[in-house]
């Protein structure tokens, strides 16, 4: 077997998780994951002295599942906030490094950033605000953004943060659905040049969610605003002293509630706590990215999404320095991300496969014309890969010097269940298996372990980063993940393990085709697609059909340089037929200059679908980036 990467002895001398795993007598990733799963008990514990965690009190024992695994509960009797644990480094090393879209920086130091903490704290406290309250969190990706999620942990509220892009009844209903009594906004942000007024759009959402009495408003862009009654500028907040105190909380008392941004339905409220999430977030970052104390970590995201908590809450708490930038990933131009890196001193990188491809339009001299050296690790989550995107990035991006961690999870996992690392050798679009910690599985239709086919994704024990259910709905959280199989956490997602033992996600279940009998999930069409050469990207929908049941509706964008036609669309059902079988050939290939997604760079396959249909109700559409695109494909279907 060839791979694409191999750990070179700089990878392996510097390795925490070999360093880790050997600590504790495994020398090889087989035998670390296996003691992981059958030994639970000493495992953690050893995670939680790796990653330095802060005790108030220490625990008794790691975990107890005797009400059933779904509501395991963890380090018990301990006491811990999670904020000492990210707070405890250094004063004076960076702790963030802040870039907005129109070209402001700023530093803020490890002893900047605790004082900052504590003086918010105090305003928050001042304001009335206590343990348990809930508080929407409305920013963009600022150094107030972190502050402010740190100093709610530290006073033992609950911050719900909140996708900087949203429309006022996405916001009002996160808040109702919460009772939020407090909402942290700013006064707007730039995007792509343009004024995003958040204020504006926080007023309209407040008026529809009674119970905020509060709003504090950061003056991110200097405009000049009008506060309204109960309203308060983010500089009155932070003159009202210093908080040293930091809430006595227990491993399980809520932090975070975190909204999934569904296509269909109310979205779902995932509780995360003190000893859950932040402890999964760092974990996953020691030993799947290698990151340490002093490196430079920049996920492209957004607070909204789980990777923003997650480059915050565990980027901090491994002492690194973490980037936060809140514009486009192409704007002024197609070189903004290379420049990012070489200007910061990047040494570990996250972004989409699907911004990626977005990014690839515009060939390889914006990504040359800067220095990449500081390039560390290359990290991948939110969308399954195309080999060729997959390529790009590893080869022209990391120069096929730096590895390409691929990583999948989910918002109620507070991080990865498969992953990459860098002890470990590289197959592209792959995984090299589970997150250390994770008992994945692949199941058939009847829960059984499965192989040498596609199956569910499956998690057969309990992981501290898992949600305690969704707000206030235990029966949705069972319906949703633990219902299917007796105590196994069905994930939603098509995965598949190959000869080699590396694993794949072949597409969310939900969006599985079934095309005359046979089930496939759209990722392997998206594939199949993309290796033609004209095609940039692609999507795959199925939609009914008399005699198959399903058939495959494919949307191509194309490089630059082809032209749309009757023959490119053949030859592009001709490339899947040929990889796929003639069974799986698409019955319609429909061009398109844009695909709906999200701004964290999700392709929507299902607003798609309901779109191409003709459907009145497209479900949420929230979190869409480029509604043009949702109008385009529903003339196509006009056009049929």
């Not at 995003?196 to 709003?215: F, L, N, Y």
């Not at 991006?397 to 507070?414: D, F, M, Q, W």
């Not at 191409?612 to 385009?632: F, H, I, M, R, T």
Request: glycine share 10%.
């Amino acid at each position: 077997m060839t791979f694409a990467w191999s750990p070179t002895d700089p990878y392996l001398q510097r390795s925490r998780l070999r360093r880790f795993a050997e600590a504790h007598g495994h020398h090889d990733y087989a035998s670390l994951q296996r003691w992981s799963i059958e030994d639970q008990e000493p495992f953690w514990r050893a995670v939680d002295r790796d990653i330095g965690l802060v005790w108030r009190t220490p625990y008794d024992r790691v975990l107890d599942s005797s009400r059933g695994i779904p509501w395991t509960t963890w380090w018990l009797g301990g006491r811990m906030n999670y904020v000492e644990s990210a707070l405890r480094h250094s004063p004076s090393r960076t702790a963030i490094i802040f870039e907005g879209e129109e070209g402001v920086t700023a530093r803020i130091t490890y002893g900047e950033l605790a004082t900052a903490v504590r003086r918010c704290a105090a305003g928050l406290r001042a304001l009335g605000i206590r343990a348990g309250d809930r508080v929407g969190i409305f920013l963009p990706l600022t150094p107030e953004c972190a502050i402010a999620t740190l100093a709610v942990s530290a006073i033992g509220a609950i911050f719900t943060p909140i996708f900087s892009g949203y429309a006022s009844d996405a916001i009002a209903g996160r808040l109702r659905d919460c009772d939020a009594t407090v909402l942290i906004t700013a006064d707007g942000f730039r995007r792509r040049g343009q004024v995003v007024p958040m204020k504006e759009t926080a007023d309209a959402a407040v008026d529809r969610a009674p119970g905020v009495r509060t709003v504090i408003v950061v003056p991110r862009l200097g405009r000049d605003i009008r506060l309204r009654h109960r309203e308060v500028s983010w500089d009155y907040i932070m003159s009202q002293g210093s908080d040293e105190t930091i809430a006595d909380t227990s491993p399980e008392d809520p932090y975070m509630l975190i909204y999934t941004s569904g296509t269909t339905g109310r979205p779902k409220g995932a509780v995360h706590v003190h000893g859950g999430f932040p402890v999964k977030a760092a974990q996953d970052q020691a030993h799947v990215f290698d990151l340490q104390a002093g490196d430079v970590l920049w996920w492209f995201t957004d607070i909204g999404w789980m990777m923003g908590p997650w480059l915050i809450a565990g980027g901090l708490i491994n002492g690194a320095t973490i980037v936060l930038y809140d514009g486009a990933p192409d704007y002024p131009d197609a070189s903004r991300v290379w420049s990012i890196v070489e200007r910061h001193h990047v040494t570990h990188l996250g972004i989409s496969p699907t911004a990626i491809r977005g990014l690839m339009r515009a060939g390889e001299e914006p990504v040359r014309r800067h220095d990449r050296s500081s390039l560390f690790v290359l990290g991948s989550t939110g969308e399954p890969w195309n080999p060729e995107p997959w390529w790009w990035y590893f080869g022209v991006v990391g120069e096929k010097r730096a590895p390409l961690i691929n990583y999948s999870g989910g918002t109620e996992c507070s991080g990865g269940i498969l992953g990459c690392t860098t002890w470990t050798p590289l197959k592209p679009t792959a995984f090299a298996g589970p997150v250390p910690g994770i008992a994945a599985d692949v199941a058939d239709s009847h829960g059984r372990s499965l192989r040498g086919a596609v199956g569910e994704l499956v998690i057969r024990k309990p992981w501290p980063g898992m949600t305690r259910g969704f707000w206030r709905d235990p029966d949705k959280y069972l319906a949703t993940y633990w219902n299917r199989y007796p105590n196994v956490w069905v994930h939603g997602d098509w995965a598949r393990i190959d000869a080699d033992g590396f694993w794949y996600i072949e597409g969310r279940s939900d969006d599985t085709l079934k095309v005359a009998g046979k089930r496939i999930g759209p990722a392997e069409v998206e594939s199949a697609a993309t290796a033609h050469v004209a095609v940039l990207e692609a999507a795959a929908i199925g939609v009914p059909h008399e005699l198959k049941g399903e058939a495959i509706v494919v949307f191509a964008v194309l490089r630059t340089g082809y032209e749309s036609s009757a023959a490119v669309a053949h030859e592009i059902g001709e490339t899947i037929a040929e990889r796929l079988g003639r069974p799986l050939r698409p019955d319609v290939v429909r061009f398109v200059s844009d695909l709906p997604k999200t701004r964290n760079a999700k392709i929507l396959r299902r607003v798609i679908r309901a779109a191409y249909l003709g459907k009145d109700d497209l479900g949420d559409l929230s979190s869409l980036e480029n509604p043009v695109a949702v109008e385009q494909i529903k003339e196509l279907r006009v056009a049929t």
